[in-house]
């Protein structure tokens, strides 16, 4: 938990962004927020991100596209990232039809910040 950390988190939902950038910041964190992927493409090449937490239904470049964009065609540095699925489905549902396997893990909607803030303290 510190000042020089920046999590980003990618929702479209602005309700969700807001919960989740409020808990963080009480936590010591900087957080950059990004409503689709693209936003969160720019913001990724613009600073230093630790984690992202990005949902995975979005407009214009949703969450499966814009990881697999981050893990494809961004640099070394920003391609290695730790990037979290949020996701409203079930695990089975995700599992069985989502391929998620460019993601370091799986949120299921609703989550506590104390999960939040456990992922962070490993990254």
Same mark, same amino acid.
């Given at each position: 938990?510190s000042?020089?950390?920046? %999590?980003?988190?990618?929702?479209?939902?602005?309700?969700?962004?807001?919960?989740?950038?409020? =808990?963080?910041?009480?936590?010591?964190?900087? %957080?950059?927020?990004?409503?689709n992927?693209r936003?969160?493409?720019?913001?990724l090449?613009?600073?230093?991100?630790?984690?992202?937490?990005?949902?995975?239904?979005?407009? %214009?470049?949703?969450?499966?596209?814009? @990881?697999?964009? !981050?893990?494809?065609?961004?640099?070394?540095?920003? =391609?290695?990232?730790?990037?979290?699925?949020? @996701?409203?489905?079930?695990?089975?549902?995700?599992?069985?039809?989502?391929?998620? =396997?460019?993601?370091?893990?799986?949120? @299921?909607?609703?989550?506590?910040?104390?999960? !939040?803030?456990?992922?962070?303290?490993? =990254?």
């Amino acid at each position: 938990m510190s000042l020089d950390k920046i %999590v980003l988190i990618v929702d479209d939902i602005y309700l969700n962004r807001q919960v989740l950038v409020k =808990s963080l910041q009480n936590a010591g964190y900087r %957080v950059l927020e990004a409503e689709n992927g693209r936003d969160a493409i720019r913001l990724l090449e613009e600073n230093d991100v630790c984690c992202i937490f990005m949902d995975i239904e979005m407009p %214009v470049m949703n969450g499966i596209e814009t @990881t697999r964009y !981050i893990r494809s065609q961004m640099s070394s540095s920003k =391609s290695k990232v730790k990037v979290f699925a949020l @996701t409203a489905y079930n695990n089975s549902t995700v599992h069985d039809y989502l391929d998620l =396997s460019d993601f370091d893990g799986i949120i @299921t909607k609703p989550f506590s910040i104390h999960q !939040i803030e456990k992922i962070l303290s490993q =990254s």
